[in-house]
């Protein structure tokens, strides 16, 4: 039995490879979590937004632009006074 041993060593890895190749399996493991968290994330965010729309409310920075009502060109914004009404 000793013989076998001495005439077929296991291969040992060198321990910066090992560490090297955990390491990168580790990275990619977290590179797809990652990924199906801002996919799924995408879709509900979607799903939102489309829910909105179809109820009639404005999504998009042009949306609100176009509802909402700006103030008149030329009339001037009434002015704050920083003085305490007594």
């Not at 979590?33 to 729309?53: I, M, N, S």
Request: aromatic share 6%; charged share 25%.
């Amino acid at each position: 039995m000793a013989r076998d041993q001495d005439q077929n060593p296991k291969p040992r890895r060198d321990p910066l490879v090992k560490w090297t190749i955990i390491g990168f399996v580790v990275v990619i493991v977290l590179l797809a979590l990652y990924g199906g968290y801002r996919y799924t994330l995408k879709r509900a965010v979607q799903a939102r937004l489309d829910e909105l729309r179809a109820a009639g409310y404005p999504v998009t920075a042009a949306e609100v632009d176009a509802a909402t009502s700006s103030p008149r060109r030329g009339k001037t914004p009434p002015r704050c006074s920083s003085t305490p009404i007594a």
